[in-house]
């Protein structure tokens, strides 16, 4: 991206007559792990793989239960999927 940037303004510059400026990189500490990483890890793996014995459902409900859904999950430490489990398991 910093070279594609330097030759766009390099070639700017030549049409207008004047001397290219150097883009100079910007200087950016990234952190050791991202946030995502750490969820990953506390969670147990990477979001998207389904556990062995698990299967992935699909479910269309109303904005406000899924909100409370995310409520209930988030007082609970858990996670949206293991509150269902447990609500269809005492529930059917």
């Excluded at 990483?37 to 459902?57: E, N, T, Y």
């Amino acid at each position: 991206m910093r070279k594609v940037r330097t030759r766009i303004l390099a070639h700017a510059a030549a049409s207008n007559g004047s001397q290219a400026v150097q883009a100079s990189p910007r200087q950016t500490k990234r952190p050791e792990m991202t946030l995502k990483a750490i969820a990953q890890k506390l969670v147990g793996g990477p979001s998207g793989k389904v556990p062995s014995g698990d299967v992935r459902m699909t479910a269309n409900i109303r904005s406000d239960l899924h909100i409370k859904l995310k409520i209930a999950a988030a007082e609970r430490r858990t996670t949206i999927g293991e509150l269902i489990e447990e609500l269809v398991e005492h529930n059917l």
